[in-house]
């Protein structure tokens, strides 16, 4: 990391003006648009102020996995970039200029809200964590005339449930955790049930998504989850009996649904004006596990999703539920 990371308490050198970080606002707001499939519906409940900044936050989280996911790249060059990444974003923090509008949004929306830039670095770390290098896995993926697209054999990311959740604690905790900085708390107990919502969150992707990371040459489920139903990592490419995965996908569906609870405890906490767009959130996300489990757990053939229709429903839901 570069000395602009020593540099952060000095006065900032570079202001943007305000048209320049109403654009740079803009355009994050135009990613999370585009990408953000359940979080955006959430956010659109939220003060103009909140809203922007959480698409700042989402707009930067983007940037880390797309870099993290570009598989037309070696793995050291992803980590690099990464990095380069980070440290661009520690510069802009310490008042060098920047003219990268998500980098400017972000910036602005730490300081509006005095989010902690170690959980920022936390988010980044944990993409990290998705491109451990393996040089002899790189050697082969990109020797002549070999395709770098496709995964070279299937890696199981984590031996046990608890090392799971320390993924899971930097790639979604943390975003809870920031999530909750830019909502607004008072009480610290909000910090601990934040933590535990975001990693329900991240087990419905996992298990939402396991054919596709499959695909990708990783699996996010447990190598000792995994074994217990002796299932090899192989079988989630093919999945041609989808019942046979149902039990560990319910497993793991239980789990979430346990952290869920934290989520609806964590509602009271947090500033009346943020309530609806939390609501919605949890239960977008709470709704398409349940959809999941509809299916049997069966995520194999077509992509469980909810329609834009019921996600606009549940936000509508939530507001007038703080009208009321």
């Not at 992803?78 to 972000?106: C, I, N, S």
């Not at 909000?190 to 998504?209: P, V």
């Not at 509602?267 to 009346?272: F, L, R």
Request: aromatic share 10%.
């Amino acid at each position: 990391m570069s000395s602009a990371a020593e540099q952060m308490g000095q006065f900032p050198t570079f202001s943007p003006t305000d048209s320049q970080i109403a654009v740079a606002y803009s355009v994050c707001r135009s990613i999370a648009r585009t990408s953000a499939k359940n979080f955006y519906y959430a956010f659109l409940a939220l003060p103009k102020p909140k809203r922007q900044a959480l698409c700042a936050v989402y707009a930067f989280m983007r940037k880390c996995d797309d870099i993290a996911d570009n598989e037309g790249m070696p793995i050291r060059e992803r980590r690099q970039k990464l990095y380069t990444w980070l440290d661009d974003f520690h510069r802009a923090h310490a008042g060098q200029p920047t003219d990268d509008p998500v980098l400017m949004a972000l910036t602005d929306a730490q300081r509006r809200f005095l989010i902690p830039v170690g959980w920022l670095d936390q988010l980044a770390y944990g993409t990290a964590m998705d491109i451990e290098e393996d040089p002899e896995k790189e050697l082969e993926a990109f020797r002549p005339g070999s395709e770098p697209s496709a995964p070279n054999g299937i890696t199981v990311q984590y031996k046990t449930f608890e090392d799971l959740a320390f993924y899971c604690y930097r790639v979604a905790s943390v975003v809870g955790l920031v999530c909750i900085k830019i909502f607004g708390y008072r009480d610290p107990a909000a910090e601990q049930l934040a933590e535990r919502c975001g990693l329900a969150f991240q087990l419905t992707n996992i298990i939402r998504d396991v054919k596709e990371d499959a695909a990708q040459g990783r699996v996010y489920l447990p190598e000792e989850d995994l074994a217990k139903f002796g299932i090899t990592p192989e079988e989630l490419l093919t999945a041609s009996d989808a019942a046979r995965f149902e039990p560990l996908l319910k497993m793991e569906a239980d789990r979430a649904r346990e952290y869920y609870r934290s989520g609806e405890e964590l509602i009271p906490y947090i500033d009346e004006d943020s309530q609806p767009a939390l609501w919605a959130l949890i239960t977008i996300y709470r709704r398409l596990l349940e959809k999941i489990a509809v299916r049997q757990y069966d995520v194999f053939h077509g992509k469980v999703r909810l329609a834009t229709r019921e996600k606009l429903l549940i936000l509508g839901k939530g507001v007038v539920k703080r009208l009321l």
